[in-house]
């Protein structure tokens, strides 16, 4: 018999938080692996809200939204 | 910005597509390049959903999607890898053979990439079995469960549940421990699948292990006992709830009351243990409730049950708006009635959660008392009697339940043969000795624990506030909220005042309402991320100090061990929410 297939539907995501899709495009992927991952330091760990670009230092966003409901990334 | 997002984003499909198919309409698409989009060829957000919802929307060929908020609490990477391709595919084109290509899913590449640390219990298999009911119980908990929980249940073919409980079992691997990552929903009744016994046979070939089935019991009969009778070893937790055919029928919207109150001398005679499990539910009225109760343990000893599971019931605001009944009054009701019936019976009888009846009774918590001991098991054959609190176990003082359970669960699993126990009976001191091969049926050291010494639940370990103080020291913590809950606050308190570990630290014990489940929940490990929220939130408000750590049990976010709750959420959202550092510290439920 072969293999059971294990299938996932994409379905577009949840409401962007920026405008910009290639700044919203690395929010998504932070906030997402930040959902499985705690980053560390040495063995410190590290709690990450934010993040810069490298060509623009001086400006900060944003990863999570606020006021996240248990619904709101699914429905 | 471009050439470095590129990059990275090549980089990111090369990884994705590694571990996952794509694919459009049921059918794989090989991609083999990517362009950026256009301003106007950017989707929006909420893409075209009209093709189906997790479970629908697929071509003959291919099996239903599996649910992704499921696959959150299990296997949140799956998750990731979603989100990852839908804020890829916002940005870029998928291409294939230089024409642009479209994608609706995604499938898993190896499984074997997915096999996962598992004790590997053969429910893990067959569990998946229970998909469907015969029955409609009046208290059932599947009814009080909101549709945003990560535990629903997906609709599909037989044949498509077998294959998945046959893809599971070609990767179950009890040797080493490893399993695929579980996706089980609510569980309903496992045997009336049409290849349940096809599923457990296969099984069975693979563990030697207890198969722990959970029944209403309508499908035992002769020949369905006859069947198991040749899986041995086989436990059952049959959920007859009344000895009453009338009363069953009512309470169960059971066709067939008799073959499961029939089915208890045919397990006895076949030699299978079974732990009867009665849900009281006051219909009609209390005392007709607690009538019943005791007719329905009295049939339950005379055919030796190896345990009476009395669980008190409660509902969420899923299953009823309305207040049904006094949750005081009932379960008061049902604890006295079961402590009457100790007296009278000889099967054990047990009530969950015990903390209930700890928290009523009990003026010193934590105790490694006796409730009741199996038949003739070594626990009984040693003369151990209800009431005892162990006191030794050798030369090994006793302080604690979990201790008094570890070390007999140790003896137990031990080649020793023989064990003395110190326990205080009526004010005295009195040695028993436990010959580890004295037993019969309906023990079984296959099916049973701690030789047959049954307690009031699992208890809250020690070791509990040492690893609560080594949180404290991680954080350089002065003033810590431990989130509990109201059955488990007075012996966390009991403990932490006997304890001499928080001189320096102030420690507030706060317990969250379960806003969620709503109803008359009121249990820990059902709440959720949001709960904890409101409930910290609030406490800052109310003017109290603002902690400098919030510590949480990990139990309500232990289920896939990925630290999320039952709606898939993970804890980490607490702390990003109230600003405050959030531990969770790690115990077992305290359900046996």
Known sequence: MADYVFRYKLDGGTEPVYSDPLLEMIRAQLESILDVVIPVEGQREVRIDGFKLLRDPGTVYRIFPQEKKPSDRFE | ?592
């Not at chain 2, 301003?39 to 479970?55: I, L």
Request: aromatic share 8%; proline share 6%; glycine share 8%.
């Open chain 2, 1 to 592: 910005m471009h050439q470095p997002i590129v990059e990275f984003t090549r980089r990111q499909l090369h990884s994705l597509l590694s571990v996952v198919d794509l694919e459009k309409d049921g059918k794989v698409v090989q991609v083999d390049g990517f362009r950026l989009r256009k301003p106007e060829e950017r989707p929006n957000a909420a893409v075209d959903r009209s093709q189906g919802g997790e479970s629908g929307g697929v071509s003959r060929s291919a099996s239903s999607f599996q649910s992704i908020r499921n696959a959150s609490l299990y296997e949140p990477r799956i998750e990731l890898i979603k989100r990852q391709l839908e804020s890829l595919l916002r940005v870029v084109q998928l291409e294939s053979g230089g024409e642009a290509i479209e994608v609706d899913g995604f499938r898993l590449r190896n499984l074997k990439d997915w096999l996962s640390p598992s004790p590997c219990d053969p429910t893990e298999i067959f569990g998946y079995a229970g998909t469907r009911c015969n029955c409609d119980c009046v208290f059932c908990c599947n009814k009080g469960n909101p549709a945003t929980l990560a535990l629903g249940k997906l609709v599909r073919p037989v044949s498509e549940e077998f294959a998945e409980m046959m893809t599971r079992l070609d990767h179950f691997f009890p040797k080493p421990g490893y399993c695929l990552f579980p996706t089980l929903g609510d569980i309903y009744e496992v045997m009336i699948h049409p290849r349940f016994f096809e599923v457990l046979e296969s099984t069975r070939e693979r563990s030697a292990k207890t198969f722990r089935i959970t029944t209403n019991g309508e499908c035992l009969t002769r020949e369905t006992i006859s069947r198991l009778e040749k899986l041995k070893p086989v436990y059952l937790y049959l959920s007859l709830n009344s000895a009453s055919p009338s009363r069953r029928a009512s309470l169960m919207k059971s066709r067939d009351p008799q073959t499961a109150i029939d089915s208890l001398p045919l397990l006895r005679e076949a030699g299978i243990p079974y732990s009867l499990v009665i849900v009281p539910w006051p219909v009609d009225s209390v005392e007709e409730m607690l009538d019943d109760l005791v007719d329905t343990v009295a049939y339950a000893d005379r055919n030796l049950a190896s345990l009476v599971q009395v669980n008190l019931a409660g509902y969420s605001r899923y299953f009823s708006q309305e207040k049904l009944y006094d949750l005081d009054e009932v379960w008061s009701a049902v604890v006295s009635a079961v402590r009457g019936l100790r007296e009278t019976t000889a099967s054990p009888i047990v009530v969950m959660p015990s903390m209930y009846e700890e928290n009523t009774y009990e003026s010193r918590k934590n105790a490694p008392r006796v409730v009741g001991v199996v038949r003739n098991s070594p626990a009984a054959r040693s003369g151990l009697m209800r009431g005892d609190e162990i006191v030794k176990v050798g030369s090994v003082v006793i302080s604690s339940r979990p201790q008094a359970r570890g070390l007999l669960s140790v003896l137990q699993g031990s080649e020793i043969g023989r064990a003395s126990l110190t326990v205080e009976r009526a004010g005295e001191r009195v040695e028993v000795t436990l010959n580890v091969e004295d037993f019969s049926y309906p023990y079984s050291p296959a099916t049973d624990h701690h030789l047959g010494v049954i307690f009031m639940g699992t208890g809250l370990r020690l070791s509990y506030l040492e690893s609560l103080r080594g949180l404290v020291n991680s954080r350089d913590a002065k003033h810590v909220l431990f989130l509990s809950s109201t059955l488990v606050k007075p012996t966390f308190e009991q403990l932490l005042a006997e304890s001499h570990l928080f001189g320096d630290v102030r420690v507030d014990i706060g317990v969250p309402r379960n806003s969620f489940f709503g109803g008359n929940i009121f249990m820990g490990d059902l709440l959720v991320v949001q709960d904890f929220i409101d409930f910290i939130k609030e406490y800052v408000k109310g003017g109290g100090d603002r902690p400098d750590l919030v510590v949480i049990p990990s139990t309500p976010f232990s289920l896939g061990g990925w630290g999320r709750d039952l709606t898939g959420r993970v804890y980490l959202d607490i702390e990003r929410e109230v600003g405050i550092p959030v531990e969770l510290l790690q115990c077992s439920t305290i359900f046996d």
